[in-house]
């Protein structure tokens, strides 16, 4: 089975902290990607990577970076972290079949 | 983003009924992806569908690809109390790795 595993499950944060949020698949994906998700706006793509070291602006990129520095990690950074930013992050991993595997989510609040 | 036209927006049914439920586009998909969310958790991928007309189950859940491209159906058969959750669809174009998704419907069961 896919596994696709999220580093923290509930974080707190203070308005300007960094924030790191990671991701780990084990199945040697290329394409793997970052989404928030709020109530009424659905599933929203910050980022996507399909490569070490590549990566390409999703639909809301802005207050956001990310890292895929080895294959079977693609983490997202929040520089400063707003209270705009409160959502539920998850990570998803694409098969070549075309099967997109999500892990468990974080749940950030940002006070 | 674009998000994908989901309906019924929300349901309440009784133990042991049928359920059905659809996704609409105006973009014809290559691939259609169903998922189950539970309240907290990340998206459960349920059944992927790849060719127009195609009927695929899994256990209790029968999803199938539209003819014309632009829609796919989810029925769950004997509806249990653990059906409920949120119910979404995702399609994917030709040529992208990315995938829009629909608006959700919320299941609820009554014992």
């Known amino acids: 089975d896919v596994k696709v595993t999220q580093s923290s499950r509930y974080l707190v944060k203070r308005t300007g902290e960094k924030v790191f949020l990671e991701c780990v698949q084990d199945m040697d994906h290329e394409n793997m990607f970052w989404y928030r998700q709020d109530p009424g706006l659905g599933l929203r793509l910050i980022y996507f990577s399909y490569d070490v070291k590549m990566k390409e602006k999703g639909d809301i990129p802005e207050g956001y970076s990310v890292s895929r520095e080895k294959k079977e990690r693609f983490s997202l950074i929040l520089e400063s972290a707003s209270t705009n930013q409160t959502s539920m992050y998850l990570c998803?991993?694409?098969?070549?079949?075309?099967?997109?595997?999500f892990g468990e989510g974080s749940r950030l609040t940002v006070l | 983003g674009q998000q994908l036209n989901q309906s019924p927006q929300s349901m309440f049914i009784q133990e042991g009924e049928d359920v059905s439920m659809n996704c609409t586009s105006s973009s014809i998909f290559n691939t259609w992806l169903w998922y189950k969310q539970d309240p907290g958790e990340g998206p459960v991928l349920l059944i992927a569908?790849?060719?127009?007309?195609e009927l695929t189950s899994n256990g209790r859940l029968t999803a199938q690809f539209g003819i014309t491209r632009k829609d796919s159906f989810l029925n769950i058969s004997a509806s249990i109390p653990s059906d409920v959750g949120i119910y979404f669809c995702?399609?994917?174009?030709?040529?992208?790795?990315?995938?829009?998704f629909g608006t959700g419907t919320r299941l609820k069961v009554l014992a």
């Open positions: 995702a399609g994917q174009s030709s040529g992208t790795y990315k995938y829009i």
């Open positions: 998803a991993s694409l098969e070549n079949t075309g099967e997109l595997f």
């Open positions: 569908l790849y060719k127009a007309g």
